[in-house]
């Protein structure tokens, strides 16, 4: 039973950073996609990125490249989202999501999904 835990979010000021953990367990991920949601007050799910769990390789929202990075520890069965140059439109609930074979952006086709985490910028 695949189960997703998402840790370290928080409250950052503007420009601030902060760095989201999503520890992963009941399956092993070689053929996995695990990604980040968001989703604001009043605001639609809003895929933030992902990433293709066999050879590494990186998706982004226009919205957060180049200040959000994510990575996996394989051997920790974790996926990280590291945020910098945080703003407040960051604000929201982010949410670990993982997925069978290949990348898509579109949270329907994520069949696992974390609880959500709570991340906070003020200006």
């Known amino acids: 039973q695949v189960q997703l835990v998402e840790s370290g979010g928080g409250s950052a000021q503007a420009g601030g950073s902060l760095k989201l953990s999503c520890a992963a367990s009941?399956?092993?991920?070689?053929?996995?996609?695990m990604g980040w949601f968001r989703q604001a007050p009043g605001k639609e799910h809003e895929f933030v990125a992902a990433i293709n769990w066999s050879d590494g390789s990186t998706y982004y929202a226009d919205s957060v490249k180049g200040r959000f990075t994510i990575s996996r520890d394989g051997a920790k069965n974790t996926v990280y989202l590291q945020m910098d140059s945080l703003k407040p439109e960051d604000t929201a609930v982010y949410y670990c999501?993982?997925?069978?074979?290949?990348?898509?952006?579109?949270?329907?086709?994520?069949?696992?999904w974390g609880q959500g985490i709570q991340v906070t910028v003020s200006s």
């Open positions: 009941g399956s092993t991920f070689g053929s996995y996609t």
């Open positions: 999501a993982a997925k069978r074979w290949a990348v898509t952006r579109d949270r329907s086709g994520y069949p696992y």
